[in-house]
């Protein structure tokens, strides 16, 4: 089945769409990849978003516009990938969407929002759309994220040693190779907000670590930063931005004076590399395989590498599976097993009660008809 996954992540930059040739051949799922392209949000659509994400408030009626113009930026996404990467042949989409709210309490998900509103993609190209993966496991009682976890277990079964994938977006999460999956706490989050609140909103990011690069640690700001009570609860967890956001920075700065932009970016940058090694540690790993935009910070990983002695430190691009188009190709993996009646978690990884299949699905332009379920559930990944 030729499927198309949809991905944007939490530091919202752009719409990936990762194409694949997929096929379950006894217990082994085979991904051929086709490739990947990439449309960024426009201008105003961007900026709109980054004004209804927490903590700001929003009206419903922008949560409506909103809905209907990520679904309609989603449905571009979906038919530039169809005519550029499967000759107009895609039999599938699956779209996780733009996660806006994640709802958690005391440790427990009570919801997620993904808007993209699916029926958008399935009316600009005609084929059924898999999207809302999250509810049903936040339902059976597990975190609804991260969902890459089932295919990070797949992917790295057989590895030797004790392998864990990492994804260094907007929030950082880690697979263990039991298949915990849990999220370590601010990827490029903090990061991102400090470069656009000391820029006046020139700059979205610190490319490349340049400010970092030319700033000092502070120890007190990061001492107050890792006493942070999420860092301590044990996995399965998520977060976001509900928390991780330029207020949580300011919470920190109070009482330091005026610091240097660049003294701020390193600690921050440092932030994110003590609490992941602190995760990487804390299960044993001995290979750490990374993917996403943190991985194209050289003063991140550098951090990474210092903090991790011992611990051979990769890319998923080295073993085939290219960083930036990871997670769509998660996703284009669990859209399949939703059409093919397959769990799309595993309880390890998030800690529903149940594996669940995931999603909704809605038809293309030629009804729904689905294929046959597959007998079993695939134990391993292999790309082709």
């Not at 779209?95 to 929002?113: E, I, P």
């Not at 590895?159 to 929030?171: E, F, K, M």
């Not at 400090?194 to 400010?211: K, V, Y």
């Amino acid at each position: 089945m030729r499927v198309i996954g949809l991905m944007s992540g939490t530091s919202y930059d752009a719409i990936d769409a990762a194409a694949a040739d997929l096929d379950l051949v006894g217990d082994t799922l085979v991904l051929k990849r086709l490739g990947m392209v990439s449309e960024p949000y426009d201008d105003e659509l961007r900026d709109a978003l980054a004004a209804a994400l927490p903590p700001e408030a929003v009206q419903m009626a922008e949560v409506c516009r909103l809905d209907t113009r990520i679904g309609q930026a989603f449905a571009a996404a979906a038919g530039r990938a169809d005519r550029e990467l499967c000759e107009g042949r895609a039999e599938l989409i699956a779209s996780h969407g733009q996660t806006v709210f994640h709802w958690v309490t005391d440790g427990r998900v009570h919801g997620s929002l993904q808007l993209g509103q699916p029926a958008w993609i399935a009316e600009a190209t005609g084929l059924p759309v898999v999207a809302d993966f999250r509810p049903r496991d936040i339902a059976a009682g597990g975190q609804g994220a991260p969902l890459v976890g089932l295919v990070d277990r797949l992917w790295l079964r057989g590895r030797p040693g004790t392998p864990v994938a990492l994804n260094i977006g907007g929030i950082a999460n880690l697979t263990a190779p039991d298949g915990t999956a849990f999220d370590t706490g601010p990827g490029c989050a903090l990061v991102d907000a400090a470069a656009r609140g000391f820029s006046g909103g020139r700059l979205e990011c610190d490319a490349d670590g340049a400010l970092a690069a030319r700033g000092r640690v502070h120890a007190l700001l990061l001492q107050r930063l890792l006493a942070e009570p999420y860092y301590a609860l044990p996995a399965p967890k998520t977060t976001g931005k509900e928390l991780f956001h330029l207020g949580h920075l300011q919470a920190a700065l109070a009482g330091l004076g005026t610091l240097p932009a660049e003294d701020v970016l390193a600690t921050l940058t440092m932030l994110t590399a003590r609490t992941v090694a602190d995760a990487v540690r804390a299960v044993g790993a001995t290979e750490v395989i990374a993917s996403g935009g943190g991985t194209r910070n050289p003063v991140l990983m550098a951090n990474l590498a210092a903090l991790l002695p011992g611990v051979a430190l990769g890319t998923s691009d080295e073993l085939g599976l290219p960083s930036d188009a990871k997670e769509a190709y998660a996703f284009a993996v669990l859209g399949f097993l939703t059409v093919h009646g397959l769990p799309g978690t595993d309880p390890a990884g998030t800690g529903a009660r149940h594996a669940r299949v995931l999603g909704s699905v809605t038809p293309g332009r030629d009804g729904l008809r689905l294929p046959a379920p597959a007998p079993e559930s695939p134990v391993r990944l292999v790309l082709e």
